[in-house]
């Protein structure tokens, strides 16, 4: 019986998922997939395309070929450019928030130990960021949950990388 373009298709997509290498399960994934991309797990064929088509160029690829995001390389500002390059059903914009992920601040900040430094509230494009002054010329860095998207733009600003932002545990596939 002749093959239909849709079987063939159908065909095509299932031999690239054959080929491509799976996350191991029990293996713990700590990597910041790119926002939306709910399904990685089971729709990511490691074709790779979504990583060039990011503006920012912070989607890189792990050593298994699928997309990871570095915010220390820059941040994400939604523009959906790695959405519109995925050839398959990774991404569902539908859902919200784009990422579940973790943000804190550690204790190398400047602003915390008595130096003056404003670099992660000036950086905030959501002014998700309040430095008030503490007794002793310090200051406390207070993020509000609610207005963060985790972006990332105040980890690549931070001169004290007392940023971190991570995969929310409940999703980390650990
Ligand atoms: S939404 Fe845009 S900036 Fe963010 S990771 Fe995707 S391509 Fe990059
Ligand atoms: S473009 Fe889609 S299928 Fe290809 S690596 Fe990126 S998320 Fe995976
Ligand atoms: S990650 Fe959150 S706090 Fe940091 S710059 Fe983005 S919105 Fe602001």
Redesign the pocket.
């Given at each position: 019986m002749p093959v239909t373009a849709k079987q063939a298709t159908r065909r095509e997509f299932l031999n690239r998922l054959r080929s491509a290498p799976v996350p191991q399960s029990g293996v713990p994934d700590r990597a910041i997939r790119p926002p939306w991309a709910h399904h990685i797990d089971t729709q990511c064929t490691a074709c790779g395309d979504c990583a060039p088509a990011c503006p920012e160029g912070i989607i890189g690829l792990d050593h298994n070929q699928y997309p990871v995001v570095d915010f220390s390389k820059g941040?994400c500002t939604f523009c959906a450019a790695c959405v519109d390059a995925c050839p398959e059903d990774v991404f569902d914009t539908t859902q919200e928030p784009a990422w579940q992920l973790d943000?804190a601040v550690g204790n190398t900040c400047f602003a915390e130990k008595g130096i003056y430094c404003r670099s992660?509230g000036d950086?905030?494009?959501?002014s998700?960021?309040r430095i008030p002054p503490q007794l002793g010329g310090r200051a406390r860095v207070i993020?509000d949950e609610e207005?963060?998207?985790?972006?990332?733009?105040?980890?690549s600003a931070c001169p004290a990388d007392a940023?971190s932002?991570t995969p929310q545990k409940e999703y980390s596939h650990e």
């Open positions: 941040e943000i992660c950086s905030c494009p959501e998700a960021i993020i207005a963060c998207t985790k972006c990332g733009a105040c980890l940023i932002i």
